[in-house]
């Protein structure tokens, strides 16, 4: 597949993209990870929800 | 489960969890589909293979409105029925908003450099798109600095709302004003002016990113649930400490 003449601007966009995509599925996936574990500390101190259920519990 | 039981936050993380890994797999299809029709496309006559652009570049610009669209239905949920999920979804979308419509400016830049001749021009709907970017990072950093989460997410429903008005600027701006940038020729009156070598790939691609959204939004709001709740948590656990410390007090105070 030849671009022509101008490849360098097509593939910048296309990697500017993946490059953006990747840095927000990362965001997401590492700040969920954070979440659960400072959820499962302070369950592990001693707090409760007012319902009883797990900090961590998802349902 | 009925509509009315996805509002419960605690029933939306557990829908989530069964959700995501077809969302997931829906988006990376799609994606597989759309990156391949993208790069079997023919050339066009005029622009040569930067039409291939046109296939990242023109989603992200729809996604860039349409996130905004998606907060200011949030925005009305959160101003007329106080629902704590409509400011969840609102804040958890702003960072994605964000992100396309940085990529819309990006990307239309690389494309309009060979085209145009330049990277940038300020007509109406470069600035107006600028302009919106502009508002998705003063609507993020509103959220950062108001610690109070109901607060915070009255008076960004209200910047939401009124952000909205760039909506229709953006879109008219190309039969408003005299632009660089062309005339809508997908969704318009009398039907797409795109030839269907290329319009079927960009939509394939549209639909990608869209579900690309979609993925990405429900993951941010599941994120956004158990951050209130561990703000709640902290609270409780804050208020625990300070009880236990009145009670040292009053016991160590002689009789």
């Known amino acids: 597949m030849s671009l022509g003449p101008y490849t360098s601007f097509i593939v910048t966009s296309y990697l500017a993209a993946a490059t953006v995509v990747a840095l927000l599925i990362g965001w997401i996936a590492l700040d969920y990870r954070s979440l659960r574990r400072r959820l499962r500390e302070i369950e592990e101190s001693g707090v409760s929800r007012r319902s009883g259920r797990s900090a961590t519990d998802m349902a | ?255």
């Open chain 2, 1 to 255: 489960m009925t509509l009315i039981d996805l509002t419960n936050p605690s029933r939306f993380l557990s829908l989530t969890a069964r959700l995501l890994p077809y969302l997931v797999a829906g988006t990376a299809i799609l994606f597989a589909i759309g990156l391949y029709l993208s790069a079997t496309a023919p050339d066009d006559y005029q622009q040569g293979a930067t039409v291939k652009i046109m296939f990242i570049h023109v989603p992200n610009a729809w996604l860039s409105m349409f996130v905004w669209a998606v907060m200011s239905a949030s925005a009305l949920g959160t101003l007329v029925w106080r629902h704590p999920l409509a400011d969840v979804a609102a804040k958890a979308a702003a960072p994605i908003g964000a992100s396309f419509t940085f990529l819309a400016l990006v990307t239309g830049s690389l494309w309009g450099r060979p085209m145009w001749g330049t990277y940038w021009e300020w007509d109406a709907r470069l600035t107006s798109v600028l302009i919106l970017f502009l508002m998705y990072l003063g609507l993020m950093t509103l959220w950062r600095a108001v610690e109070d989460p109901a607060r915070a997410a009255r008076a960004a429903a209200v910047l939401t709302l009124v952000g909205a008005i760039n909506l229709p600027i953006i879109k008219f701006s190309v039969d408003w004003w005299n632009t660089l940038h062309q005339p809508a020729s997908v969704f318009r009156m009398g039907g797409p002016t795109l030839d269907r070598a290329f319009l079927i790939p960009l939509l394939v691609m549209a639909l990608a990113f869209t579900l690309l959204f979609v993925t990405l939004h429900v993951a941010a709001m599941r994120n956004e649930i158990l951050r209130r709740r561990v703000r709640s948590l902290q609270m409780m656990q804050a208020r625990a400490a300070s009880n236990d410390m009145s009670a040292a007090a009053t016991a160590s105070q002689p009789a």
